[in-house]
């Protein structure tokens, strides 16, 4: 069910104790968001689980909390479980899925992604609108609808989530509401020293890889589709770990022509962790659904297993469907 503003602070002040969560291999907007509910939660007197089942991206651990984040659930029942731009239920990793699924204890979803499951029979409350620009804009509204106080730690997680979501302010998902809450945040940040952090430390061997990776794109359905493969034996002789690797994919996608760009990272055997990013007609979310993943319109991911010869084959398929 979806619910106002007012119900969810009623919520949030029976709550003693909650737990909150983005999806599997987090985003700058899932990391973000996250973060900005922890410190919302915690300045409401509540004792909050920051989880993730994956790491947090290395160019987002500067943001103030991400060294609290925990791999482990908590054995004590939360009063409360928040979700941030999960996709679908499965897209917080078994463990926790497991729980939301036993649980009694209210669940809370807010997302901007396309609402290809029905989160409203899993969850207890929810917060989606597809238009926003990011998670983090939806967080935005609930603070500023209900009077709660701004802090640095929470407008500074907010003002990242954004960026990161929009590539900085230049994907078709940012609108003139992503603009003003910027600019209302920016009193809390400093602009430079968080797109410092994001996109100007960038590690030697990161660049030497990206040169091997961009050298093998192969370009599919008539050069509307950019895909490209990273495998595990190439981050093990660079010592690079998959955040390092997610950004490349805006390269691809950046090729004249290309309307979506696709990423395979190997994980095990014939097993690849698939990002997408999109541009023009072609809806990634769409696609990224058919795989069984999650997503929205310019971005989207799922697993995908098999050969990467047989990937490319599906792909040529299904985006010459789809961009008709």
């Not at 969560?21 to 920051?50: E, F, K, M, R, W």
């Not at 809806?283 to 058919?290: F, K």
Request: hydrophobic residues 40%; aromatic residues 10%; charged residues 20%.
């Amino acid at each position: 069910m979806t619910t106002g503003h007012s119900e969810l602070s009623a919520i949030l002040r029976r709550a003693r104790t909650a737990l909150v969560s983005g999806h599997v291999n987090p985003d700058g907007d899932s990391v973000g968001s996250a973060l900005a509910c922890y410190h919302l939660l915690t300045g409401q007197g509540i004792a909050t689980t920051l989880y993730s089942i994956d790491p947090f991206p290395y160019n987002f651990l500067f943001l103030p909390g991400a060294d609290r984040m925990s791999h482990e659930l908590p054995a004590e029942e939360p009063d409360l479980y928040l979700i941030v731009d999960a996709g679908a239920p499965h897209r917080v990793g078994e463990p926790l899925h497991r729980r939301l699924q036993n649980t009694k204890s209210p669940k809370i979803l807010f997302d901007h992604h396309v609402n290809y499951h029905d989160q409203g029979s899993f969850f207890d409350q929810t917060f989606i609108d597809e238009h926003a620009a990011a998670t983090a804009i939806l967080l935005y509204r609930f603070i500023t609808d209900q009077g709660l106080p701004m802090t640095r730690e929470i407008a500074v997680a907010l003002y990242a989530a954004v960026m990161a979501d929009t590539g900085s302010m230049r994907y078709d998902s940012t609108d003139r509401e992503a603009f003003l809450a910027l600019g209302e945040l920016v009193a809390w940040v400093d602009p430079w020293a968080v797109a410092a952090k994001i996109w100007e430390e960038t590690p030697l061997a990161q660049l030497r890889l990206l040169g091997e990776v961009l050298s093998s794109i192969r370009l599919l359905a008539g050069g509307k589709a950019a895909v490209f493969e990273i495998t595990q034996e190439q981050l093990r002789r660079y010592r690079l770990g998959p955040d390092h690797v997610d950004g490349f994919i805006n390269y691809a996608r950046g090729i004249e022509g290309v309307e979506v760009a696709m990423r395979f990272r190997e994980i095990g055997p014939r097993l690849y962790r698939v990002s997408m990013r999109s541009k023009g007609s072609i809806d990634a979310g769409r696609i990224s659904h058919e795989f069984g993943g999650g997503g929205h319109r310019n971005a989207a991911g799922f697993d995908f297993s098999g050969s990467f010869d047989e990937a490319c084959q599906l792909v040529e398929e299904i985006v010459a469907r789809v961009a008709r």
